[in-house]
Nanobody, 127 residues
Framework: QVQLVESGGGSVQAGGSLRLSCTAS????????MGWFRQPPGKEREGVAI???????AYADSVKGRFTISQDNAKNTLYLQMNSLKPEDTATYYC?????????????????????WGQGTQVTVPS
């Protein structure tokens, strides 16, 4: 059974950093597209970043230069390093997996092509 489990969320002051992790079981990261998404309170889910099996990445404009997505295939773990956090980064963060072509779709931020999702981890940046 495929399962994604996120960890690393918490509360951090504005300007601080957090690193989220997502570990897969019953699944491998090869030949898939992995992504981080978030849902702020009272808002729609939005794409944050994606990474292909070859290491290509894409980011939402709102996080470019502050967040870095990476993966360790040997550990089946996906990461999201978040620096210079802002109150507007407050959200539940989800990792997700989809077919490799999801990483080449302009609509990736919508998340519709991602069929496997974690349970989410909360990130809070007080204003």
């Amino acid at each position: 059974q495929v399962q994604l489990v996120e960890s690393g969320g918490g509360s951090v002051q504005a300007g601080g950093s957090l690193r989220l992790s997502c570990t897969a079981s019953g699944y491998t990261y090869s030949s898939v597209c992995m992504g981080w998404f978030r849902q702020p309170p009272g808002k729609e889910r939005e794409g944050v970043a994606i990474i292909s099996s070859s290491g290509g990445t894409a980011y939402a404009d709102s996080v470019k230069g502050r967040f870095t997505i990476s993966q360790d295939n040997a550990k089946n773990t996906l990461y999201l390093q978040m620096n210079s956090l802002k109150p507007e980064d407050t959200a539940t963060y989800y990792c997700a997996a989809g077919p490799w072509r999801s990483c080449y779709s302009g609509s990736w931020p919508m998340g519709a092509d991602f069929g496997v999702w974690g349970q989410g981890t909360q990130v809070t940046v007080p204003s």
